[in-house]
């Protein structure tokens, strides 16, 4: 396990600021409905289309892959996983390949046509598909034993309803791995591309706080995304048992 120093207050307030001037802007002015009606139309159009090309082209795939490998996360034991956010299945087709045959899939996206996307790509009819938003899962209390969500809490205004949200549908004992846009300058690049906002480690980690859901392990993809503070947040939470 990895751990970093957080930044002492009063630079984190001028990084906060700074950041909240030079990164996209539109998802603290819109109000939420509209800002969210803006996001599922960016992904069900070209720019959708064009996210897994993005996502083989920027490594971010296989380099997830290697992650849900080498992270210890004991894929093949688990029973049931849940992909919030699930796009064109970057991370669903790891978990496909990874879990046991008789293993529960599900791929939750706000976007129908992300969803077909994913269906098409990943050829598999083991997967099931639910459309709807992560601030409401349409899913019973405590039905998952690990849950992926990649770089979607960044599409929350505020984390804390959604971290609540998978904190709820996670079993006890069980953990899950979230993956985030960083406030550093190619993070705020990436706000403008996907309309979006970015997290400091620290923000994120009271979110997950006041969530209910304890901070663990991070991760880097590899020593020079560490180095060069680029990758984002890959952080994983297990839930206590009760
Ligand atoms: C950048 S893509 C990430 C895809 C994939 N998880 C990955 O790791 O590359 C973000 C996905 O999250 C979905 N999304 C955005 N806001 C959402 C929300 N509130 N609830 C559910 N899905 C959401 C988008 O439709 C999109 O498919």
Not at 73 to 94: C, P, T, W, Y
Not at 106 to 128: G, N, T, W, Y
């Amino acid at each position: 396990m990895t751990t970093t120093t957080p930044p002492k207050p009063r630079r984190q307030n001028k990084t906060r600021t700074l950041r909240r001037l030079v990164e996209f802007q539109g998802i603290r002015k819109l109000p939420l409905l509209q800002y969210r009606n803006s996001v599922r139309k960016l992904y069900d159009g070209p720019a959708g289309a064009a996210l897994a090309l993005a996502s083989l082209v920027s490594l971010h795939e296989p380099l997830i892959g290697r992650l849900l490998r080498n992270g210890g996360f004991r894929i093949n034991e688990r029973k049931s996983f849940l992909d919030v956010g699930s796009g064109a299945g970057q991370i669903m087709g790891h978990l496909l390949r990874m879990s046991s045959p008789d293993a529960r899939l599900v791929s939750f996206d706000l976007s129908h046509p992300m969803l077909k996307r994913a269906e098409q790509r990943l050829k598999s009819d083991r997967p099931i598909s639910v459309a709807g938003d992560l601030m409401r899962l349409p899913f019973a209390d405590e039905s998952f034993d690990f849950i992926t969500c990649g770089w979607v809490i960044e599409h929350l205004p505020d984390p804390v309803p959604g971290l609540k949200e998978i904190s709820r549908v996670l079993r006890p004992g069980g953990s899950v791995l979230i993956l985030a846009t960083e406030n550093s300058l190619p993070g705020t690049v990436v706000s403008h591309t996907w309309k979006c906002r970015t997290y400091s480690r620290a923000e994120l980690q009271s979110a997950f706080d006041a969530a209910g859901l304890p901070w663990g392990r991070q991760f880097w993809f590899t020593p020079v995304h560490r180095l060069l503070r680029i990758g984002g947040i890959l952080v994983e939470a297990t839930k206590p048992l009760a």
